[in-house]
């Protein structure tokens, strides 16, 4: 019986369609071209969802998602997801960041050329019969003056095909550096305007985002020399198509060509499409069947690896958890869950931040995923009306002002390794800390008291003042309701005339005696949970 359900609701590759069908944990359903009200009716039921670009993932979905755990991505804009929703439904978004890169690259340079020789009026006039040469005299692209925005791995590709064809590379990316620009032998502009000034061709390889959206706008189009063309094989919104029609009409720019629109799929009355001398192809970027194979197998073995075994590949709204990382820090997540759900639970309410420090030979790990693990494990146990998660956990600690900072020290003094979770709130500080005995996690510190108790059932923790009697007497009121005692740890300081004990019970004590022995002098706290 298959635990996960998965939803393929763009057309993908049949062999990633294959590669989900051959884990036996995994039920896989292809329903393409859902209507937006067919995918809310039917996405409840699904742990995980394979889109392309079509499938609008948007947060009337994911409040519908009440199972789904990760969506795959099958190519590289993740533009129809919203992304936020999916962090703040605990929901993983990962993508094939590199399958379709050649194939949208040699689509865009194939945009390019077939743009500067007029190639679709051209062959529209031959098939009709017509023997024009007059007409559809072109330009070479050999000396021209091209900027590239954007120079990531589409950008760098065509950069290549572009210096093959004696262009002149002028390429704007913040993250460019002037080693890279150097090393691909492209010049570096130190803004996008630069880029764009007096350039004869542009070309488009960022993604869509509130910072990007129209970044070819007027200013910057009419800054190009006179006879411009624009490319624009990444996203619709990226160019000012009202800006461009005007330019177009006006004669600066000479031509367009595009594979992606700001509404798609584009009105038929879409006022470019009247340009004389423009391109148009319906987002074909990534559609050869090397690119489709790729992305669908891709992200195919990256969601079965995720529902299967919590590995994280390209991730877009959380860090990453390679099989290797994931094994080195597994034994430790158990723990860190432990201490942070005892924290909320014996801490004192809202905190101003979380402090994890590990020591020993933990500290050598990467113990990201543990922080978050702890702090996911925090607030589980301090609000239940969230439902927490490693994807959604830092985002929901912002919303509430908790800090998380994260220490290591390399020696442990008394133990070989320690994870310590402190909550500090005003000048207090509330520790609790865990370590191995042998493969066994323990929690062997609870504010200021060293224990030994385990790291999961059901507990019942006792503070009170330092005098005989307290221990018979918690061991008889259990004993009187019916609830057997599985492990008791007593601590006391001596210094403080307290004591806490920690008894793990097989079976959570009733209301009743929690309540009696509250009101018990000397009693000063008493507290039953799980963990
Ligand atoms: N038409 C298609 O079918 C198709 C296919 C694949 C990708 N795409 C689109 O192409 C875009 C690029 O894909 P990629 O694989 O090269 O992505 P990438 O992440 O490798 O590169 C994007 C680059 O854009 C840069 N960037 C971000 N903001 C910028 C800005 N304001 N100005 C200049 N550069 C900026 C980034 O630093 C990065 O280097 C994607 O966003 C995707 O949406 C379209
Ligand atoms: O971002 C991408 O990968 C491309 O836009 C491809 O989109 P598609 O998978 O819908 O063809």
Same mark, same amino acid.
């Given at each position: ?13 049949e ?5 989900l ?12 071209g ?7 009716a039917?996405?409840g039921?699904?742990?995980g969802?394979?889109v392309?670009?079509?499938?609008k993932v948007t ?15 099958? *190519? /590289? ?13 605990g929901?993983v978004?990962m ?12 689509? &865009?340079?194939?945009?390019m ?5 007029n190639i !679709?009026?051209?062959?529209a006039t031959v098939?009709? $019969?017509k ?5 559809f005299?072109g330009v070479?692209m050999? $000396? ?5 925005l954007g120079? *990531?791995?589409? $950008? ?12 002149h ?11 890279r620009?150097?090393?691909?032998k492209?010049?570096l502009?130190?803004?996008?305007? @630069?880029?764009?000034?007096?350039a004869d061709?542009v070309?488009?390889?960022? !993604?869509?985002?509130?910072e990007? %959206?129209?970044i070819l ?11 411009a063309l624009?490319v ?13 029609k005007?330019?177009?009409?006006? *004669? ?12 798609e ?12 001398k423009?391109?148009f192809?319906p987002?074909?970027g &990534?559609?050869?069947a090397e690119?489709?194979?790729?992305v ?10 995720f @529902?299967?075994s919590?590995?994280?590949?390209n991730a877009? %709204?959380?860090?990453n958890?390679? &099989?290797?990382?994931l ?7 158990? @723990? ?14 809202? /905190?101003?931040?979380l ?5 020993g ?21 301090a609000?239940?009306?969230?439902? /927490? %998660?490693?994807v959604?956990? !830092?985002a929901?600690?912002?919303?509430l002002?908790l ?7 390399a ?22 800390? *865990? ?19 385990n ?9 009170n003042?330092?005098?005989p ?5 918690l061991?008889?009121? @259990? ?6 005692i ?31 022995l509250?009101?018990t ?8 949970f799980?963990?």
């Amino acid at each position: 019986m298959a635990t996960y359900r998965v939803l393929v609701s763009d057309p993908i590759s049949e062999k990633g369609v294959d590669a989900l069908r051959t884990a036996p944990e995994i039920q896989v359903d292809v329903n393409t071209g859902l209507k937006p009200d067919e995918l809310l009716a039917i996405i409840g039921d699904y742990h995980g969802l394979v889109v392309r670009s079509q499938t609008k993932v948007t947060p009337e979905v994911f409040a519908a998602a009440k199972n789904l755990k990760a969506i795959g991505r099958a *190519g /590289v804009g993740v533009d129809n997801i919203d992304r936020n929703a999916a962090t703040d439904h605990g929901v993983v978004v990962m993508n094939t960041p590199s399958g379709n890169t050649i194939s949208t690259a040699e689509h &865009a340079f194939t945009l390019m050329l077939s743009l500067a020789r007029n190639i !679709p009026q051209a062959h529209a006039t031959v098939i009709a $019969g017509k023997w024009d040469r007059k007409s559809f005299e072109g330009v070479e692209m050999n $000396g021209k003056r091209l900027a590239i925005l954007g120079m *990531g791995r589409i $950008g760098t590709e065509f950069a290549k095909r572009a210096q093959a064809f004696g262009m002149h590379v002028v390429a704007y990316d913040p993250f460019l550096t002037a080693a890279r620009a150097q090393g691909l032998k492209v010049e570096l502009a130190e803004t996008a305007d @630069l880029a764009l000034a007096g350039a004869d061709v542009v070309t488009l390889h960022i !993604p869509l985002t509130d910072e990007t %959206n129209h970044i070819l706008n007027k200013a910057r189009l009419s800054s190009m020399n006179k006879g411009a063309l624009v490319v624009n094989c990444a996203r619709g919104g990226l160019v000012d198509e009202a800006a461009a029609k005007e330019l177009l009409d006006s *004669g600066h720019l000479a031509g367009i060509a595009l594979d992606v629109y700001e509404v798609e799929p584009p009105p038929a009355d879409h006022p470019l499409f009247a340009a004389k001398k423009a391109v148009f192809t319906p987002h074909l970027g &990534a559609s050869t069947a090397e690119a489709q194979e790729n992305v669908g197998i891709e992200v195919a073995y990256q969601l079965k690896d995720f @529902l299967v075994s919590g590995e994280i590949r390209n991730a877009v %709204n959380m860090p990453n958890l390679d &099989a290797k990382t994931l094994e080195s820090v597994g034994p430790y997540l158990n @723990l860190a869950t432990a201490l942070g759900k005892l924290l909320a639970k014996i801490g004192p309410g809202q /905190v101003d931040a979380l402090r994890v420090s590990y020591l020993g030979p933990v500290s050598e790990l990467d113990t990201q995923l543990v922080t978050r693990t702890v702090l996911t494990g925090y607030l589980s146990g301090a609000h239940h009306e969230a439902q /927490v %998660n490693l994807v959604n956990a !830092p985002a929901v600690a912002k919303a509430l002002g908790l800090q998380i900072t994260e220490s290591t020290v390399a020696i442990a003094t008394n133990w070989t390794e320690l994870i310590e979770v402190s909550a500090v709130k005003g000048g207090e500080t509330f520790t609790v800390a *865990g370590t191995f005995f042998g493969n066994a996690p323990r929690i062997v510190h609870i504010l200021g008291h060293n224990v030994e108790t385990n790291t999961s059932g059901q507990f019942l923790f006792v503070e009170n003042d330092d005098r005989p009697g307290v221990v018979g007497l918690l061991g008889s009121s @259990l004993g009187t309701a019916g609830v057997n005692i599985a492990n008791m740890s007593l601590s006391r300081n001596k210094s403080l005339s307290r004591a806490v004990t920690v008894i793990e019970v097989d079976s959570e004590p009733p209301v009743s005696l929690l309540e009696t022995l509250r009101a018990t002098p000397g009693i000063l706290r008493v507290l039953s949970f799980g963990l």
